[in-house]
């Protein structure tokens, strides 16, 4: 079982940056891979980034060279630096992890943290 705790959500002026936060704890084997997903009103949810154990990255083609996700397995913690926000990527960002195998590749949602972005 994994609890995740996000942080780092809030209001901010577009061109600006938020660092969200998100850590992982309980009992598992492994983590396969970390990721943020986001979803806005009336759209579906998206995957925003993934990193993996490894440090493998992906982004989603409309924050690539303003987001970047980054992980430390040490502490079970991803992070998702977001700079030269836009008003659309106002949405609640959740916090996903992937389990590895020994956990038969079991996936975990945080509760969601919410930006704004207006000015």
């Known amino acids: 079982q994994v609890q995740l705790v996000e942080s780092g959500g809030g209001l901010v002026q577009p061109g600006g940056s938020l660092r969200l936060s998100c850590a992982a704890s309980?009992?598992?084997?492994?983590?396969?891979?970390m990721d943020w997903y986001r979803q806005a009103p009336g759209k579906q949810r998206e995957l925003v980034a993934g990193?993996?154990?490894?440090?493998?990255?992906n982004y989603t083609d409309s924050v690539k060279g303003r987001f970047t996700i980054s992980r430390d397995n040490a502490k079970n913690t991803v992070y998702l630096q977001m700079n030269s926000l836009k008003p659309a990527d106002t949405a609640v960002y959740y916090c996903?992890?992937?389990?590895?195998?020994?956990?038969?590749?079991?996936?975990?949602w945080g509760k969601g943290t919410l930006v704004t972005v207006s000015s």
């Open positions: 996903n992890v992937l389990l590895g195998p020994l956990d038969y590749g079991m996936d975990y």
């Open positions: 990193i993996t154990s490894g440090g493998s990255t």
């Open positions: 309980g009992t598992f084997f492994s983590i396969n891979a």
